[in-house]
């Protein structure tokens, strides 16, 4: 495919809990200098178009938009948000360049969760305000609600969901961006304070600060600017009926369908056997496994076995989250998909360092935009061009 | 003022009496933004009584409020500058109407103040008082009136308006 999109740089600041040196502006900058380098840019100003990611909400600031330019180099330049995650803005910057109109284009995404800090009050607007507010519910009920239903039709277990808290805090150890890498039992993951039943404190990943800025560019012009582009072979995006009402609480069905469209564009059958490794949302516990298992990669009820039989571990069949995940890295809003895909360019180009997963040649990063909903984005990226 | 417009129209008592149905919530959104290294110095400045700013050294251009980054060059090499606390008005607006849509006796005089030292066209905005609101020019020279030292907070009220001089 001539019109193919490729990744050619990537700069992050690590994710940590509080970050009161830096002003989010500050943070992004620091990022976007490194991203710039990492894509060997001669300048910004060759810079065709900008994408941030971000929710006024999420920074307490209306039309958020217009803040972002400065920071980017992007004065002066087309630039528009999207308000959802970094894999919605990456999928976005690939349909730009697609239309032949912009070559180079930057995808933006941060998270300064610790200047929230009214994070759950935030979560609660997005739920409907004439039927669920009025209930004063913290809204991580959602949550509990959707695992309750999960674990009694996948039959997936209590124990399982634990581990996946286990496996990711203990790959995280190997991640020096990551800040809650610990060893863990599951015995202490199920018996940490309970917050919505069968959720547990240990099974939420934590809101943490970061920033990443990615470099997207056609392939007429990748690979001379990095001798390893990470290229966008497929890119789908869904969202299901929302509502708590009418939603389908059986399945996952905005997951299983953003991955069979990315599938369909990078022509993939048998995702388990076609793709090496996976970055997928973990926000909670949980949701690894329903996620897992809704992108086809295992049949419902069988990813709990597979990740006790280790499949799931950096040497199993279907390494997932050896990153560390959401629950290892920490959750970084909007900023999530951009480093689940951030572990994916690193395993790719062979810059994983302790980590390294052998021959990996495909991955699939797969981000949720949160509670209260039902959307998705499935990306999968691959070394080879097409 | 009785407008003529379709429809219905809702008194006080409609909603006191539950004849309609309605919603309550009081917003609970709050924030601690970090300053950061550039704002956070500006805003120290402020509590000393000094206006900060910074030059970048490619461009050759002294920035207020300042910042650790120039977005036009994308450099970090920047100096900072101690700029007067004088300046001259860009531009200004003569404003009536009070956040309720009610009219203000005293006018709210807002402003883009240049502040000697910064380059050409860089400036803040920020309020003008003790001036007669037809007096205002663009062009005008203003300087700070500043809060007494004990009572600033590292504040942009650590100002408490522009007057001319
Ligand atoms: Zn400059």
Known sequence: ?386 | MRMNLEGTSLKREDIDSKRVLTTRFRSNAFYAWDTGRGIGRYLQGLKAGEIWGTHCDTCNRTVVPPRIFCERCMKNQVSWVKLQDTGIINTFSICYVNWDASRVEEPHLPAVIEIDGASQGHGILHVLDEVNPKDLKIGMKVKAVWKRPEERNADITDILYWKPY
Not at chain 1, 274 to 280: L, N, P
Not at chain 1, 305 to 313: I, M, S, T, V
Request: with cysteine; hydrophobic share 35%; net charge neutral.
């Open chain 1, 1 to 386: 495919m001539s019109n193919s999109v490729a990744i050619v740089g990537v700069g992050y600041t690590p994710t940590r809990k509080l970050t009161p040196e830096v002003s989010y502006k500050e943070m992004i900058y620091e990022a976007c200098v490194r991203a710039y380098h990492d894509a060997n840019l001669a300048s910004h100003r060759d810079i065709d178009g900008f994408i941030s990611c971000a929710e006024d909400f999420l920074e307490g600031t209306s039309i958020f938009d217009e803040y972002t330019p400065d920071q980017l180099g992007g004065i002066q330049k087309p630039m528009h948000t999207i308000s959802g995650d970094t894999l919605l803005g990456l999928a976005t910057a690939v349909m730009n360049i697609r239309t032949g109109l912009q070559q180079l284009v930057v995808v933006e995404a941060h998270s300064k969760a610790s200047n929230i800090k009214t994070l759950d009050a935030i979560l609660h607007y997005a739920t409907d305000p004439i039927l669920t507010r009025p209930l004063h519910l913290n809204p991580h009920f959602i949550a509990g609600l959707e695992m309750q239903r999960f674990l009694d039709i996948s039959k997936n277990t209590l124990e399982q969901c634990a581990e996946v808290v286990v496996k990711n805090k203990r790959n995280a150890l190997k991640n020096d961006l990551s800040t809650y890498g610990t060893r863990l039992t599951t015995r202490e993951v199920l018996s940490s304070e309970p917050t919505s039943t069968p959720l547990t404190q240990l099974q939420h990943a934590e809101p943490t600060d970061g920033a990443i800025v990615f470099v997207l560019a056609s392939s007429k012009i990748a690979k001379k600017m990095n001798r390893t582009p990470v290229w966008i072979k497929g890119c789908g995006w869904i969202s299901d009926a929302p509502s708590l009402e009418t939603r389908d609480w059986n399945r996952c069905a905005y997951a299983a369908l953003s991955a069979q469209m990315a599938y369909r564009q990078a022509g993939i059958r048998n995702p388990k056997k076609q793709i090496d490794f996976f970055e997928i949302d973990d926000t909670f516990s949980y949701k690894e496994l329903e996620h897992l298992e809704a992108l086809g990669i295992y049949e419902t009820g069988k990813s709990g076995k597979a990740l006790l039989q280790g499949a799931l571990d950096p040497d199993g069949k279907t390494p997932t989250n050896v990153s560390g995940g959401s629950l290892g890295m920490g959750h970084v809003l909007e900023a999530t998909g951009g480093f689940r895909t951030l572990e994916i360019v690193k395993q790719l180009r062979a810059e994983a360092g302790p980590r390294q997963l052998d021959k990996v040649k495909t991955g699939l990063a797969f981000s949720w935009r949160g509670l209260p909903t039902t959307s998705g984005v499935t990306m999968i990226y691959s070394q080879k061009g097409a």
